[in-house]
Structures are given as C-alpha cells and as structure tokens.
C-alpha cells in the first residue's frame, strides 16, 4: 500500500509541473513558430490543425527527467524514492525523444519541410538505440526475460532476447507514433499503458519501475490539459517516439512482455490496419481495405466524430489494459 500510495503522489506531482511548465512551452513553440503541418490526404476536417503548435513531448520529458534526477539525488541524504535501474527507460525517453525531435524541426522548419527526416535514417537511428538498450537491459541490469502466465519464474531466451527486444522498443515507439493522429488519443493510450505496466511492476515487487511508470503517467495527464480536443498543442514525434519507445523499455523490464500487444491493443491495430492497407493497395493495384489508414481515419470517415473515436479506442484500451493486468498477475 505505501509502494502505490508513493506512486500516486508522484503522479500528482508530475502532473503539476508538466502543466506548470505548459504554459511557457506553448508560447516558446508558437514565438517559434513551429506548428503541425497537416497532410492532403487526411480528412478536412483537419485542415483547421493546421499550424497547432507540435514538439509537446517535451512537456513530458523534462518533468519526468527532473524528477528521476532529483529523487535519484535524495539517495545522497539515505532515502530511495526511485532506483537507479530506472536511468535506462529514462535515456530511452531522452534519446528517442531528441531523434523525434529533429524529425519534427526537419519536416517544420528544415530542409525536408513538410515531409521530416528520411524514414530510413530515422528507422536506422531508431534500430541503433534500440540495440544499445536491448544489450544493457540483457548484460546489465539483466532483467528477468520472460514470464509465462500462470507459471512460476523466468525463462532464459539466450541470444534470441536482444533482437526480440529490439523488435518490441522499435515496434512500440512506431506504433504509438502512428496512433498519434487524434486531440488525446495517443496520451490517452500511453498513460493508460502506462497505468497497467506500472502495476504489474509495483505487483512484482519492482517498486522503482512502477514509480517511474506512474510518474510517466502524471506527466501525461499534464500534457493531455492541452491536448484535449481542441487540442492548443500536440505531441508530435518529440513525444510520440518517446512515449512508444519508454513502453516497450518498461514492458521488457518487467519481463512481461508477453501481454504487452494486450495493454498497447489499439497502437497495435493502428499498425496493422496501416501494413494492411499498403500491401493490399499494392497486390490489388490500387484497391483498399479501409477507407483510410491508419485506422482512426476509416472511423472518422464513417462519420464518427473526432471525440467518438478518441472515447470508443480508450474504452478499447482500458478494457484490455485490464485484461493484460489480470493475466500477466495470474
């Protein structure tokens, strides 16, 4: 009970400097000009987005970055408030977050406006980190590999773990990126996954994760004060990548990984439904499964509303979030 009593304090706590620390970013990204450029091809709709501030991801990192410093420091005076352990999802959310960065300034206001870095060197950077992450999380703090439901302790993958690793970090960061295209959806999802890992942590007795995971999740909630619809800011790939990247970390520290498609159930379809449409436009020569991926556009082109969408894919995902919990705790 203290452990989560803890957790939740540092949910409050997140969440009032990351709306604290709102404000001044807003008018940094609007003095700099640096709002979201909306594509031709999603609905109409979207147009009057266009020119929204974007970069809000860094209303998220920078409170949960001085945050874990800080609490790291208190070690110092013999308190611990979070473990050292948790220094890796943190440069995870740094690393990724900086490379979403520079994707998001390329397509604003670099060379490539409009269009972002190159996808392949940003896959490859991506790729890059991930692998630095997988080894340390593998020969470091050699976390527990996997946990198969409803048996006891942890299964040794050997060399097969670095590149399942790399796959979750990379498939995770991806996938939430695309889920990005609705006000709230995307830290809707995120806290909510968030939520379900950092339970399964306190669950496991990895305190220090699930502080971390709760602390993320406060900081969320701040930046979803400005993203709620109409949205005054967004994400974009600064908080996106960060987000999706720091999951797959904490999922894997877990070892509980198995139920991780459960928890992130509607980023995983977003993907899906995107890698559906390309291949069948492609073997079909110009025929589609939806009306337009990623999935989010099919249902608004349907005519639900932007609200209804964001609403019905959160009960989506509160729902198996849920489920994810009770099988990983079974």
């Known amino acids: 009970m203290k452990d989560a009593s ?51 991801g860094f209303m998220i990192i920078l409170p949960v970055t001085f945050l874990t410093i800080l609490l790291n420091a208190v070690s110092i005076i013999g308190l611990e408030v979070i473990g050292r352990s948790i220094l890796v999802p943190v440069i995870a959310m740094i690393g990724f977050g900086l490379l979403g960065a520079i994707d998001d300034w390329e397509g604003i206001r670099g060379l490539r406006k409009g269009s972002g870095m190159r996808a392949r060197t940003k896959f490859l950077f991506q790729v890059l980190f991930a ?27 050997g060399v097969f773990y670095v590149p399942i690793a790399m796959f979750i970090i990379v498939g995770s960061c991806n996938a939430v990126n ?38 993320l999740v406060g ?11 109409p949205a005054e800011l967004f994400m974009g790939d600064t908080g996106a990548l960060a987000l999706g990247a720091t999951l797959g970390v904490v999922a894997l520290m877990t070892g509980q990984w198995l139920v991780f498609g459960l928890i992130l ?30 999935l989010h556009y099919h249902f608004e082109l349907l005519g639900w509303s932007e609200t209804q969408v964001v609403q019905r894919f959160w009960l989506i995902s509160l729902v198996f979030a849920m489920l994810g919990v009770a099988i990983a705790l079974t």
Not at 132 to 143: D, N, P, S
Not at 219 to 229: D, K, Q, S
């Open 265 to 294: 159930i509607i980023p995983v379809s977003e993907t899906l439904s995107d890698i559906l449409q390309v291949l069948y436009f492609k073997i079909t020569k110009g025929k589609r499964i939806f009306l337009m991926a990623p």
């Open 131 to 157: 692998l630095g992450i997988a080894l340390v999380l593998r020969y470091v703090l050699e976390v527990p590999q996997l946990f198969w439901p409803g048996r006891e302790g942890s299964f040794d993958l």
């Open 6 to 56: 803890l957790a939740i304090t540092l949910t409050g706590l997140s969440f009032m400097l990351a709306v604290i620390w709102g404000g001044p970013l807003l008018r940094i990204l609007k003095h700099f000009k640096l709002g979201k450029q909306i594509r031709v091809e999603e609905p109409d709709r979207h147009l009057i987005k266009m020119g929204t501030p974007t970069m809000g």
């Open 219 to 229: 900081a969320t909630f701040g930046f979803l004060w400005f993203n709620a619809h």
């Open 178 to 215: 695309i889920t990005d295209g609705l006000d709230g959806l995307a830290g809707m999802i995120s806290a909510t996954a968030f939520v379900a890992i950092g339970s399964i942590a306190l669950a496991q007795g990895q305190v220090f994760l699930g502080r971390f995971c709760f602390t």
